[in-house]
């Protein structure tokens, strides 16, 4: 295990956001993926390989410890939770990590929830975490008490109820997977169903996850995927009533490349291109922003927004060749972004 530069921060904001300025760090790279004439000398280029490439194959062996899925507290930005799993040892486990001493504790283990590998945590201001357990695109809900007492299981397990989201005071929650005549159940947390969101709009808009809610569900940011085009529009937006979605911006992906992360900040909306890179909107100016471009060799895959201070948690894969006609070696890393300086910071880091 690589011992990297760690964090030392003060808990209180302030002085988190001091430390981000004064401290030596790195810069987030402009992957340039192997492009010629790139004169940017905090450039970082990714290593030349792809998967289509001969000597290369899809097979991903994951090595060390995984450090995936984080997501701040919504009282302190320096506490959040992720999911941690040791290759050969253990099973996926959530643990709660604090920055300033660097101290963990483990709220939940797979042991915990009959065996099945756990995920997707999300921390609601009712002291209250809620995650899903299971494998694939089946899932079962469980809430547990952010100091890790009170286990529960949610939802009976026909429910496929993975990606939990809460809304902002935490009071309630959405998931992917449960429907009833074309609609999405809001659930209070106690497993109630208090409203609902259609599945579509217009016949032919698909909305749904990954979406953030900074407020009510209803008022929150969503991803969507328009039939009408072709190829299909992708973007974000928000839903204005039962019957109206309004889309704000187009992601323009490829087909195949999905957006795997929403997050929001005031008025500055944070995305994640799985393969092709991780974006920022401004509602204000309208302007979309290229934060960091990512190749075969380096991608993000979560994310999670300080409502604090605005940082940034990174949930990083870093891969790397195994050897000329072997796979992939997949390393999960999480830093702190300062979205305002563009530096970086090693949290979590293998």
């Given amino acids: 295990m690589k011992n990297l530069k760690q964090l030392s921060l003060l808990s209180s904001s302030l002085c988190l956001v001091l430390i981000l300025l004064a401290c030596r760090k790195d810069k987030v790279p402009n992957l340039s993926c192997g ?21 290369i194959t899809e097979n991903m062996t994951r090595t060390d410890t995984q450090y995936m899925e984080p997501c701040f507290s919504p009282f302190t930005d320096d506490e959040f939770i992720y999911v941690r799993k040791v290759a050969g040892v253990s099973a996926p486990e ?32 009712q002291n209250k975490i809620i995650f899903n357990v299971g494998t694939g695109n089946s899932g079962i809900g469980y809430i547990i008490n952010d100091n890790g007492s009170d286990l529960q299981q949610f939802l009976p397990s026909n429910m496929n109820f993975i990606h939990p989201k809460f809304n902002g005071d935490g009071g309630e929650i959405l998931a ?28 032919s808009v698909g909305v749904g996850s990954p979406a953030s809610f900074d407020g009510e569900i209803k008022n929150g940011i969503f991803s969507f995927t328009d039939l009408t085009q072709d190829p299909a529009d992708r973007g974000l937006g928000y839903i204005e009533s039962d019957t109206t979605f309004n889309p704000i911006v187009s992601t323009n992906n490829p087909t195949g490349y999905g957006v795997t992360d929403i997050d929001k900040y ?43 201070s605005g940082n940034i948690l990174i949930e990083e894969e870093n ?31 293998e």
Avoid at 47 to 53: L, R
Avoid at 326 to 344: A, F, H, R, T, W
């Fill in 94 to 125: 959530i643990v709660k990590y604090t920055i300033s001493s660097k101290t963990e504790q483990v709220l939940c283990t797979t042991d915990d929830t009959g065996g099945y590998p756990l995920g997707s945590p999300d921390w609601g201001k």
């Fill in 319 to 349: 891969n790397t060749k195994l050897s000329e006609f072997g796979g992939v070696d997949v390393q999960s890393n999480i830093y702190l972004l300062n979205p305002y300086s563009m530096e970086k910071i090693p949290v979590l880091v």
């Fill in 35 to 55: 492009n010629e004439g790139n004169e940017n000398t905090d450039t970082v280029t990714c290593e030349d390989f792809t998967y289509t490439s001969p000597a």
């Fill in 176 to 203: 992917t997977g449960p429907a009833f005549n074309g609609m999405r159940p809001i659930f209070d947390i106690n497993a109630n169903i208090v409203d609902s969101l259609p599945y579509y709009f217009n016949g």
């Fill in 266 to 308: 005031q008025s500055l909306i944070y995305y994640v291109i799985y393969g092709l890179g991780f974006y920022q909107y401004n509602e204000t100016t309208g302007t979309t922003t290229l934060l960091q471009e990512m190749c075969d060799s380096r991608k993000i895959i979560k994310i999670s927004v300080s409502q604090i």
